[in-house]
């Protein structure tokens, strides 16, 4: 395995669908620590810069991701220290940015009221007066 397609990493474009996807994966948490963003960007770039070939037999073999990245995190490793450590020191430091106010944002009231929001659907608000004229009855 290797990253092949590294000189993406100085696309613009690249670096917001990297950040973007990282901040995408992470769960509603009140902090997020280094090892969770690091994994989340590895799975990320393994699957945006990776050997193609290598991502369509993983998936015809329905390979685990995670023990993957434990197997290949080397390659992360020399990212950080390589000819691209200022760039992925960038990406890092920006999704280190958005996890923090992620995190910030999942306990504010804007937050619930989203997920409020969410929850009352059209088929969902049928579902509970159903529910209460059940109850009523």
Excluded: C
Aim: glycine share 4%.
């Amino acid at each position: 395995m290797k990253l092949e397609r590294l000189e993406m990493l100085n696309l613009i474009s690249t670096k917001n669908v990297i950040v973007n996807e990282v901040l995408r994966g992470l769960d509603k948490k009140f902090y997020y620590n280094k090892y969770e963003l690091e994994i989340n960007l590895s799975l990320v770039l393994f699957t945006l810069l990776g050997n193609t070939e290598l991502h369509k037999e993983m998936e015809r073999e329905d390979i685990d991701w995670v023990s993957f990245v434990n197997d290949n995190y080397s390659l992360v490793e020399e990212l950080k220290t390589g000819e691209y450590a200022e760039v992925y020191n960038d990406i890092f430091n920006e999704i280190k940015e958005g996890a923090n106010k992620r995190a910030k944002y999942a306990f504010s009231a804007a937050s619930v009221l989203e997920e409020i929001g969410n929850a009352l659907t059209p088929e969902n608000i049928e579902k509970i007066k159903e529910s209460i004229n059940q109850v009523k009855e």
